[in-house]
């Protein structure tokens, strides 16, 4: 038989293999079925925000070539599909439920249940009615409880079919980028606000989890984007405060109080001067440490920090579309990223399989009540070239998740208890301030007809979770012909 999993053991049993989506990146259909505008749609439509002025509306149709996409992914062999609902398709304007809306949804988990594939629900990727944007936003706290109605309509629609319910992803993105720098919707420039929203959308989460488990649900989590917070100079006590600072505010404060029921001590004073303990009410930790089923990891790429100036010219921290903007590390707007003098992707995100390893790692090591992990998210953005033949060729990109599937292996064998790996992403998609300008898909996608190809990446992908289940398979025959002792 030949070896080209990465893995030398066995994958444990049931690991799933899958990949991912979000709502606003590949529905387009913005304006369809009830559906008003999120943060995400308003947001494109003021000059400058996104490149290119390219815009959500129609993306990549994924909301009428829904059938076809499912296919694709059966054909690839996917365990699992990871998408989210869009809050601004299901309530529109945030108040009220639109049957509609619901039905997409409904019938894209009948099409993957039907094809074999798990459903796997993110309820809020980025996409705010804007609505509720207008009245506040995440800096309102009320928001959090206009989560939970959302949650429930979902729930109610497909809590007999979903059993895999994720609350947010990455909520570093849409309170730091989108109330900090501003290079996210809704586009905010508010140090207090984009901490106030990091409270709320925290509040949200549990209220959403205890919600949830209320009516049934087995599997509940979250997706956070964390990353190895690695100090320039191990020995320069200024890069290592730089180094603390980031940690903090880029993995500690949504980690702690999930799963340890308070902020950390050092974050709590860091942000006082932005309001972070104004806006903590006595209950919020217990409701937000509500016990988790699994813990979402997305990870992209390792971070080296410096109290210093950067002079090395890396630029994997501009946010998005180049564009000048405030600095999302509230508190800590001095620390620079220097390059290490790696590969990078063409997002300028420093390329290091071994990143992901000591990331899962650390986790266990930590936090000691650590629930099962899941890769939600790892991939990256390459200017891909279609070949003569058609093919798309991507072998930077092949590599790269080839290396990190690997890397995840290794964190299996060191005791990690991680359960799944999630490509980033199943197409080439509306990849946020960026536009359609970087590709991200393991499928291509032509942007002027809408044709889907797979990619080299997409090829090999699908030949490793074909490898994993032959083998599954093999190991399972060789356990049934064991002698019974
Ligand atoms: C994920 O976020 C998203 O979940 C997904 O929707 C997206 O398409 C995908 O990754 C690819 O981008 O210093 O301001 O530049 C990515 C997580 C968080 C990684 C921000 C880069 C740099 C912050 N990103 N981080 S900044």
Known sequence: ??????????????????????????????????????VWDAFAHTPGNVLNGDTPAIAVDHYHRMPADVALMKELGLDSYRFSTSWARVRPGGRTTNAKGLDFYSRLVDELL???????????????????????????????????????????????????????????????????????????????????????????????VNELRSRGAQHVGITLNLSNSIPRDPADPVDLEAARLFDSLQNRIFLDPILRGAYPADSLRDLEPFGLSEVIRPGDLEIISAPIDFLGVNHYHDDQISGHPDTSGADGHSGGSGRKAPSCWIGAEHISFPSRGLPRTAMDWEVN??????????????????????????????DDVVASDGSVPDIERKQFILDHIAAVGQAID????????????????????????????????????????????????SRLIADSRSRDADSDRANAAAPVA
Not at 2 to 25: E, H, V
Not at 158 to 185: I, K, M
Not at 355 to 371: A, D, M, T, W
């Open 353 to 382: 399989p071994d990143g992901l390893r000591k990331l899962l790692v650390r986790l266990g090591k930590e936090y000691p009540s650590l629930p099962p992990l899941y890769i939600t998210e790892n991939g990256a953005a390459y």
């Open 1 to 38: 038989m030949t070896n080209n999993t990465p893995k030398g053991n066995n994958w444990p049993d049931g690991f799933i293999w899958g990949s991912a989506t979000a709502a606003a990146q590949v529905e387009g259909a913005a304006a369809e079925d009830g559906k008003e505008d999120s």
């Open 414 to 461: 060191a005791g990690a208890d991680v359960r799944g790996y999630f490509v980033w992403s199943l197409l080439d998609n509306f990849e946020w301030s960026w536009g359609y300008e970087r590709r991200f898909g393991i499928v291509r996608v032509d942007y002027e007809t809408q044709l889907r190809t797979i990619k080299d990446s997409g090829l090999a992908y």
């Open 114 to 208: 039907e094809a074999g594939i798990l459903p796997w629900l993110t309820l809020y990727h980025w996409d705010l009615p804007q609505a509720l944007e207008e009245a506040g936003g995440w800096a309102n706290r009320d928001t959090a409880y206009r989560f939970v109605d959302y949650a429930n309509d979902v729930y109610a629609a497909l809590g007999d079919r979903v059993q895999h319910w994720t609350t947010f992803n990455e909520p570093f993105c849409s309170s730091l980028l989108g109330y900090g720098s501003g290079v996210h919707a809704p586009g905010r420039q508010e140090p207090r606000a984009a901490i106030a929203a990091v409270h709320h959308q925290h509040l949200a989460h549990g209220l959403a």
